[in-house]
């Protein structure tokens, strides 16, 4: 059965570094999606992208935070520059025409 | 305001008991609904969804859940728990029309003991 995977699984990071985590979204899917969630607490949406440009993202998806899809696979989040409240565990998810959709086994970032 | 209500935080149950989790939502018009779970240290699964039609819908691992327009309710329902069920369980909707965003309720946290 198809999945979603993200790589790394864990990443540890100084607080200002940049950081690209990455995901390869269930291959006929039209849409893709980030969610975090921090320890302890619910998990939040951050953006969906579709049709190659964000359709929708949080007040949390500020300008510290980018989306890419650079190749028919991938799908990516990068921060510019970690701060320690980055620390969350963050969800690629994706869809083939948007109303169910399917989650990644999360990558666990650490910023200190 | 749009919301998703988990009222029960942590639940345990006796390895072979009944569970049910209680989910409510707050929208103005049904939306789609979802249960997942999230097994410790792992990602989120898909047990199971309901769009429209039948309200008892059943999805993976022997769950079912049932959707109560009247009651803006969709409870997840076990008749028989194993061990392995202990995980933490979120409701979860999206806006009928799909694309849009998944709203997940807090968890319920489930302890299964011998």
């Known amino acids: 059965e198809p999945e979603v995977t993200q790589t790394p699984s864990h990443q540890v990071t100084q607080m200002g570094q940049e950081v690209i985590l990455r995901c390869v979204p269930i291959s006929n899917h039209l849409y893709f999606y980030w969610y975090r969630q921090i320890l302890g607490q619910k998990v939040e949406f951050l953006v969906s992208f579709y049709n190659n440009e964000i359709s929708e993202k949080s007040e949390i998806f500020d300008d510290q935070f980018s989306v890419e899809r650079p190749d028919g696979s991938n799908f990516t989040l990068k921060i510019r520059s970690t701060k320690l409240e980055d620390s969350a565990m963050y969800f690629c998810?994706?869809?083939?025409?948007?109303?169910?959709?399917?989650f990644g086994p999360g990558t666990r970032l650490l910023v200190l | 305001a749009q919301s998703v209500t988990q009222p029960d935080i942590h639940i345990t149950v006796s390895e072979g008991a009944s569970l049910e989790l209680r989910c409510n939502y707050s929208?103005?018009?049904?939306?789609?609904l979802f249960w997942y779970v999230q097994s410790p240290g792992q990602g989120l699964q898909l047990l199971l969804k309901?769009?429209?039609?039948?309200?008892l819908v059943q999805g993976i691992k022997g769950f079912e859940a049932e959707f109560k327009r009247s009651q803006s309710s969709f409870n997840l329902r076990k008749p028989s728990v194993h061990w392995s069920d202990a995980a933490e369980y979120f409701c979860a909707v999206v806006l009928s029309g799909g694309y849009q965003k998944v709203t997940f309720g807090t968890g319920t946290k489930l302890q299964v003991i011998p």
């Open positions: 929208y103005g018009a049904t939306p789609y």
């Open positions: 309901y769009f429209s039609g039948d309200t």
């Open positions: 998810a994706s869809s083939y025409r948007g109303e169910t959709q399917y």
